[in-house]
Structure formats: C-alpha cells, structure tokens
C-alpha cells in the first residue's frame, strides 16, 4: 500500500516550525526527521517544554531522528551493509588522498595539496550524486573535467577501501531497494530543508513506496510564489500531494521581494548605521540591554551573524565590557587553546631533550600542582638539565617525593626513551600517544568538575584526536615514522584543525536563520555587500559554463549555476525578516578600516515597511552620552569621551552621576592610565613577569631587542603579530622555505620549483588578498625568484656549498640551542632556513628582511655574530649566510681559524659579498656573545622603554607605542621599501 504525501506551507521562522511540532507531537508512531541540526534542536526543546510531547517522546510513541539516522534504520531493515557514514572532514582527507594521484602536468597539480581545493572537490562530488549526475557525464565536458571523472572514482575507490559510506551514497543504494519500513513507523515529519535535490526526490517516492505517511514543511511567500520554489518543485513530482497552507499572521515586512504589496503586519523594524564594526556591535548590544531592562528574557533575543569568524571577538569583548551573557558557539584555531598547546610542548620537549622546555609544563593549570608551588617545581625541573643525562635524572626526581617534581615526570621521561627507540606507522604512535595521555593527569585536571574550562578542553581534545585519525586516511598506511617527524605530523596537524569553542550564556548568537528559533528580538549584524548579500562565486570544479553543457546533454542533469545560487541569499534575508516581530538590522560604514557598501536589501525593506526607522551612530556617538542611570560601563568612558564636548557645567553634573563605589572604580582607572604613561612599569609583581627570559628564547626575538625593546615585549612577551606585515616579503620568503632548494642541481631546475610554490602561493591567496596586491605580485614576485635562484647556484659553486637540509631547528642539525647566562642556561630556538656542507663545516643561510644598510650595519654583524657562535668547532672556517629577496644580496660573515683571510670569493656581479670585518683579526665572536649579554640584561630587567631609530619606519607596532619621537619618525618614513 503506497502512502501519501501532504505539504505543509507556512512562512519561514520558528512559528511555521512550531505548529509543525504539533502535529508531530500528536501522531503516534511519527519520526521527526532534518538534514539540519538546528531544526532538530528546536523541536526536540519544543517537545521538552510541553508535558504531552515529552511523554510520547519518553514513551517512544514518537522519535526524533536526524535524516542520516532515519536513512540508516531503513537501511537496516532492507538488509543493506552498515559502513560508517564519512564526515565532511573525513571525506576531505579522503579527497586528499585522491588528489595526489594527479599528474604534475595536470591542470590542477598546483593545487592539489590544498585543504580548500579538497573541501571543494568533496563538495562538487557530493552535488553530482545527489542530482543523479554519473562520472562518465563529466567525460563528454573539455579536458580538466575528465580528471574530475577520474578523481571522483578513485574517491569512491578510497571510500570503499576505507569501509566508509557517504550519506547520498547511502541513499543511492537504498533507492534500488523495494520499499520497507519498519511496521511501527507510520508517519515522517520532515522540515528544514531549503532544496530537495532529484536524489532526495528519489528517496521521497522510496519512502512513500513504503507505505509510510510523509508531511514535508516547505516554506512560502505570501505575495510572491516563486521566491521559495521547493513548493511547486515537490508538487510537480508528486502531482497527488495534498498542499495545506498554515494560516499566519504576515510580518512588519511581509511585501518584501513581493509582486503584489500586502498590509504590514505587528512589528518594527529599524535600520543601524554605525561607524564601524566595533561601534555597531557595541550599540547592537545596548539595545539587547536596553530589551531586556523593559522586561524582556535573554532567550527572546538573538544575534544573528553571517560573519560571525569576525564579529564573534567584537561580540564577546562587548558582551563582557556590558555585563550581558552570550549563548554562542564559534570555530577557533586548535592551537589557541591551552590544553592543545600544552600537549604539543609535552610533545616537542620530548623531541627535543629540552628539559628547559619541559620545565614550562608545571607553569599551566594541567599540572596538578598548586600555583603558588608551580615556580619552585619548574626550579627543580631545570636543574635537572646539568646532569650528565637530565632525563634520567628528571625521571629520578619525579619518582622522589622529597622533590617538588611532580611524579608524571618520571612517566613522561620513561616514554619518552621508548619513543626515542622506536619508529612505527602513524598508526602506531597515534596508540603511543595514546597511551601516554592516558598516563598524565592532564585530561583529568582539564575536565574536572566545575572546572570553567572543562566544556572549552573537552571540545578541544575532541578535535585533536579527531584531526589525527582523520589524518591517517590521508597517509600510506605503511609509511614509517621516527618520533620527531611524528611530532611535526602533529603540530602541521593540530595547527591546520579548529575546534568548536561555545559561550552558555544567555542571548543567542547565531549564523543562519534556522538557528535563530523563537525570538521576540533579533539583531543583525554586518549587513553589506560581500557579506550578505555574498559574492557571486562560480563553483571552482564545475564552472558554469560545463553546468550548462550538462543541462543541454540531459535537462534531468539541473545543476543550478552561480546565479541560481545567488538567489539563496535573497530567501536568507527573507527568512532573517520573519524570525521576530521586532528586528534591528544594522551595517558598518567601515570593517578594518575599509569602506563598505549597504545591502541592496536594507534599501528594499525600507520600501516594503514605510514605518521603517534609521538610527545614525557615527564615531563621534561611540559612547551614549552621560545621562543619569546609565550603566557603570558606559558611564565612565562616556565621560571621557564627551569631556571635550561638555557645555558649561555638564562635567560637574556628569561626577554627580556617581556613587561611592563608582568613584573608587574611576580613580583606579586613573591610576592604571598613569601608571601606563610611565616610562617604567610599576607594578613589581608584573615586572617580574616581564623580566623573565621567553622559554625557548627565538633569534627574531633577539634582533627585535636589538632595535627596540618595545618591539621585543609585544613579539617576545605579549606575542603581539604587526598590524601593518610586509605583506609581499612574507608571502615572497613562504615561496621559498615550501620551496625544495636541496634537490634541485641547476638554475632551471630550483626556477622551475620556485614557480610552482609561486602558483600554489597565489592560488591560496585569491579571495584572501586584494586584487591589486595579488596582481602586484604575480609581476613582481617571478623576477625576483628568477635572481634568487640564480644567486643561489652561484653561491654553490663560488662558495663551495653543497646543501643537505632545509628548514631545521638548531639542534636539528647539529647546532647549539643554548648560551651561558646568569650562572645557567638560556634555550634558544629558530629555524635555519637552508644549512650547507662547506668541507667537513656547517653553513647555515637564513632569509632576511634587508636594506642595503642593513648589511653594513652592526645589526647584520650581531645576528649573523650569533650563528657563527652557535657553530660546532670548525676545521677550517665559520660562515654564515643571510640573503635579502628584496634586494637580490647575499651576504657572507666569515672568520677562519687562522690570521689569514677567507677564503670565500666576493662575485658582485652574481650578489654575493663577503663582510671583510669578521676575519680572526676582529672579536667577532667575543663581540656576538658580549652583545648578546647585554640584551639579556636589558631583557631581564623588565624595561622596555621604546627606542626610537630608522627601525621605526618599518616597525608593525606604531599604533601602541606611546614615544612622540616614534610617530613623528613614523609620519615622515618612507614605506616604500616594504613594496617589492
């Protein structure tokens, strides 16, 4: 007996969704089911919030399943095979994988180890199947599409020799099946869907085949039948459905993308213009405060952001400087968490013996040790490193309960030695590293009761197991690992995953409308062109032209273009419209200092709600002003922000606004702004803190010291990245170092890899940068590649230099990572960019950011100075080498065992020099270590007071440095330099 399906029409929002549930709720032997997580969240609260829904639901007379679920018990009961169903994160691990099977003279070999090209290939893959679209199709489309064919096979191959399963692979085998069902189920809700591709059609007339009862909520204009085409797309499938129209009441805006203007329904709508985007969040969030103080509840109002990647900072900082609780969840860099950070320095401490760096691992919440004990355990942690074996030692210690050591310790440094002594596939140390954090008691410190980190660890600890299981699809099963290329397998891991970090707080954040659910008041954020509505962007597999091809071979073949998509946007911002009575939409004059332009649709909704109000906010109203009974977090800035503005004795009555405890609150705030015009830090406690020497201590960190030690605190100390980077000379130095300079024998040969790294490097740039700079440097950038590689295979042969490594740590290749200071060691740390052999010697080269003067200066002599000092003892000569890509030099400081000169040629004409002043007759090394004590003393003293000089000109932190000299300097430098 086949079933029937009825479709229910309402308007988009959570009121459709409600009455929805109802009947749901009162359906025994109904399944909710949705592709959407959102959907399903709502009505499973929905159903918990009414005593009827949550009886049959506790009772099992109706279920709520996501549709994958749903699929997979009809799966079963047609006796299919169960593989896992694939997450998007493991299937672009798998489309990786797939990739690297492309030829080097493919079309695509350039961009094939990127994360995006793999997540849009999953992405086209997953289209094709779910519009019926066979690989062979894309064979009879020009050349590249042929490789699409071929790697969507081998795609499909990987899958099955990873018993893996996508969900439409799932579908595409169940709709080859008769239909059964299980003899309970008799009714399917379905709702939240925004498309129902031919695939899903399939599986609709499967399901009805079946036997069971389908309603399906589709989502409707009142005055514009075409703008939600699901409707008319199901009903021309299904000609029988029954259609029943949910009798609602339109919104304030319903005549929005109307053909035929309807009577506005209840509600405002008003219109924020502010200066920026930190001014219009803040304001966006006064009036949350401001609904919530006339009586409405923080979940009545909800945040909506498409942008959320760069508002949620904005959001959060606002949120805490008001007082207001934020529901929100947000993606973040996996290593911006500290139980992440802290595991990969276990990690790295154990690869590189550094008991230095181990002892920085008590400093943290993860070490069970109290913080006020934590510096005398780190005390005893580096002492450890003068014996003779400090891991031995540190183990002893940590078994020793006389000793602050914590017991770990010993655990950590017995593994440690098995890991050292073995190597295995990635498989394998991912069970070892297993094993080891089961032996720490980081995960249970991190994850204790009450702990206001738990939710935030634990979400991250989920990320990093997933990302590295993730990542064994992608590899050779078979490869070997010794333990430190599986340490750099983690960090590259760890370093390219996000995790989920989420506020439980209590106004809603959200980033689509279907997350928004029922509000009374809904704020959007950052409505303008780009944003919402986005950029038209064509599919960068299936360009719109081969989907046309496509359509005209076969019209079952419908893949929507660019255009068609686009279209979305304009029902996302209808559905925004119909989430609450009472919407405030705002834009930001600017975002990062960049002009941008209203949505179109902020000028069209103001013609479908004549009432519409707009509400200026320009820089000079970031504060509201003082006015009494203004909360405390605005009254005070406010006060010193209108101050200049005040009339007559406003100040005055302003200060009256104030109570006792506010008063106080003011003169601390005083306090603090004097303390931070200080040449000097006061507090003792902070320079304490500031005085000690970074754990390990990074050569770039030296050199910043070296010009300023303003600019060493925000690097070294506060890790501080500039505002203003040399853009061209960063992405230009990246080309290099992911550039194989040890195989390549020849000029053509090292050219020829240069621009291919220069193509990847563009194609990772596009949608990133502008495109002036990107034009700017796919002309500048080959010219300046071409020198270097001719410099380079000139300095071979003039030199003597034969290259083994590339990209190493000091200790990597046989270099020191530590000097004498204070009675004990500093670790030190950087990475050499290229290391030669020169005879039985090391030579080490690094890139540097150079201007001509530079390599006269002592700068130059000092950096350099300090390789040579870290060299092991030469036979016959220490060199080091720094080469400028801006400027085509290389630069050679050498000093020879003998009084005699080196013998290292000068080939101007090639770039290369050779500094004369560090032959055996100048102190160069005695000079290095001297300096380098006095920039330690400077360090360890907590000073850093800025020192204004040349470097000023190209200094990244001019917009905190407090000295006049500084801005002066800055106003009459020359940027030209950092253009290449």
Not at 365 to 370: A, L, T, V
Request: charged fraction near 30%; hydrophobic fraction near 40%; charge should be neutral.
């Amino acid at each position: 007996m086949a079933g029937r399906l009825t479709l229910v029409a309402g308007l988009p929002g959570f009121d459709s969704l409600r009455r929805f549930a109802e009947r749901f709720a009162s359906s025994p032997g109904a399944v909710f089911t949705s592709s959407n997580s959102a959907t399903l969240a709502q009505v499973r609260d929905y159903m918990q919030s009414h005593e009827a829904g949550l009886r049959n639901l506790e009772e099992g007379r109706i279920e709520i399943k996501p549709l994958g679920e749903l699929i997979r018990v009809f799966a079963a009961q047609a006796n299919l095979p169960m593989l896992p169903v694939a997450g998007l994160e493991h299937q672009k691990a798998i489309a990786g994988a797939a990739a690297q099977t492309l030829p080097d003279d493919s079309p695509l070999a350039a961009v094939k180890h990127l994360p995006g090209f793999h997540e849009a290939l999953v992405l086209t893959f997953q289209e094709l199947r779910r519009h019926r679209v066979p690989a062979h199709a894309l064979e009879t489309l020009p050349a590249r599409q042929k490789e699409t064919a071929d790697l969507m096979r081998r795609f499909d191959s990987l899958l099955e020799t990873h018993r893996l399963t996508t969900l439409s692979h799932r579908i595409e085998r169940l709709t080859e099946t008769s239909p059964v069902r299980p003899r309970e189920l008799r009714r399917v809700f379905w709702a939240g869907e925004t498309d129902l591709p031919p695939l899903w059609i399939e599986f609709l007339r499967w399901t009805l085949g079946s036997g069971a009862h389908l309603s399906l909520l589709v989502e409707r204009h009142p005055a514009n039948d075409t703008l939600f085409p699901l409707c008319a797309r199901v009903q021309s499938a299904f000609p029988s459905a029954k259609v029943e129209m949910l009798g609602q009441t339109p919104p304030m805006a319903a005549s929005l993308f109307g053909e035929t203007p309807l009577d506005p329904g209840p509600g405002r709508v008003r219109v924020l213009e502010a200066a920026d985007a930190v001014c219009e969040t803040e304001w966006a969030l006064r009036y949350a405060a401001e609904f919530l103080d006339s009586g409405g509840k923080p979940a009545e109002v909800c945040l909506y952001c498409r942008s959320l990647e760069d508002y949620a900072p904005l959001i959060s900082a606002a949120a805490k400087r008001l007082g207001l609780s934020l529901h929100m969840a947000r993606q973040e860099r996996l290593l911006t968490n500290p139980f992440a950070r802290h595991c990969l320095a276990a990690l790295r401490a154990c690869s590189s013996g550094s008991v230095a760096q181990a002892a920085g691992l008590v400093m943290g919440g993860y070490s069970e040790i109290p913080p006020e004990r934590r510096r005398e355990a780190a005390a005893a942690v580096r002492r450890c490193a003068g014996a003779d074996d400090p891991w031995s030692e540190l183990a002893e210690a940590g078994r020793d309960r006389d000793t602050p050591v914590p017991i770990w310790f010993g655990r950590m440094a017995d593994w440690r030695t098995t890991a050292l002594e073995s190597d295995g596939t990635l498989a394998d140390w991912l069970r070892a590293l297993d094993r080891l954090m089961s032996q720490m008691p980081w995960l249970d410190d991190s994850l204790s009761l009450g702990s206001p980190t738990a939710e935030r660890d634990g979400s991250a600890q989920d990320a990093m197991v997933r990302s590295l299981r993730v990542s064994l699809l992608a590899s050779d099963s078979s490869q070997r690992f010794r333990f430190e290329a599986f340490v750099d397998h983690v960090e590259r891991t760890w370093r390219d995953t996000a995790y989920w970090a989420r506020d439980r707080g209590g106004l809603r954040v959200a980033s689509s409308p279907k997350e928004i659910g029922p509000a009374e008041f809904v704020i959007g954020l950052g409505l303008v062109e780009g944003r919402f509505p986005r950029r038209r962007a064509e599919d960068p597999i299936l360009l719109d032209r081969d989907r046309q091809r496509l359509r005209e071979q076969n019209p079952a073949w419908d893949l929507p273009t660019s255009y068609e998509q686009a279209e979305e946007d304009r029902r996302e911002f209808y559905r925004l419209v119909c989430s609450a009575p009472d919407l405030l939409l705002s834009r930001p004059r600017q975002i990062s200092g960049h002009p941008e332009v209203p949505a179109a649709f902020l000028a069209e909704i103001e013609d479908a709600a004549p009432d519409t109000e707009t509400i200026v906010r320009p820089l000079e109203q970031r504060f509201p002003r003082p006015v009494p009974g203004l909360p405390l977090a605005d009254l005070l800035p406010a006060m010193e922000w209108w101050k200049e503005a005040a009339q007559g004795n406003e100040a005055e009555e302003w200060a009256g606004f104030l109570d006792g405890e506010a008063k106080e609150q003011r003169e601390r705030f005083r306090r603090a702004a004097d303390n931070a015009r200080s040449d000097d830090i006061q507090d003792d406690a902070l320079r304490a803190e500031v005085a000690e020497l970074p754990r390990p201590l990074r050569l770039h960190h030296l050199a910043s010291l070296n010009r300023c030690p303003f600019q060493y605190l925000a690097q070294a100390k506060i890790e501080l990245r500039p505002a203003r980077p040399r853009w061209a000379w960063d992405r230009l130095t990246a080309v290099v170092r992911r550039t194989d300079l040890v195989t390549p024998k020849t000029v053509d040969e090292l050219r020829e890899r240069l621009m291919k790294s220069l193509n990847e490097e563009l194609a990772a740039m596009r949608g990133e940068a502008p495109k002036e700079e990107l034009d700017l440097m796919a002309v500048a950038a080959p010219r300046l590649l071409q020198a270097f590689a001719r410099r380079e295979m000139a300095a071979r042969e003039a030199w003597e230099l034969v290259p083994v490594a590339q990209n190493k740590r000091l200790h990597e290749v046989g270099m020191r990572n530590s000097v004498p200071y204070g009675g004990g060691e500093v670790l030190l740390d950087e990475t050499v960019d290229l290391v030669y052999r020169r005879g039985d010697d090391l030579v080490p080269l690094r890139l540097a950011y150079a201007t001509k003067d530079h390599y006269r200066s002592e700068e130059f002599t000092f950096e350099n100075g300090l390789l040579l000092a870290l060299l092991p003892n030469p036979k016959e000569e220490r060199v080091a080498v720094a080469d400028s890509l801006q400027n085509g030099l290389r630069r050679a400081l050498a000093r020879r065992k003998t009084n005699r000169s080196s013998r290292l040629p000068e080939r101007r004409h090639d770039g290369l020099y050779v500094d004369r002043k560090a032959e055996s007759s100048m102190p160069v090394l005695q000079t290095a270590r001297e300096h380098l004590n006095g920039l330690l003393d400077i360090a360890s003293s907590g000073r850093v007071r800025p020192k204004p000089g040349d470097h000023c000109r190209l200094c990244g932190f001019g917009s905190l440095c407090r000295r006049a000299q500084f801005s002066q300097l800055g106003a009459l430098g020359d940027d030209s330099e950092n253009e290449p």
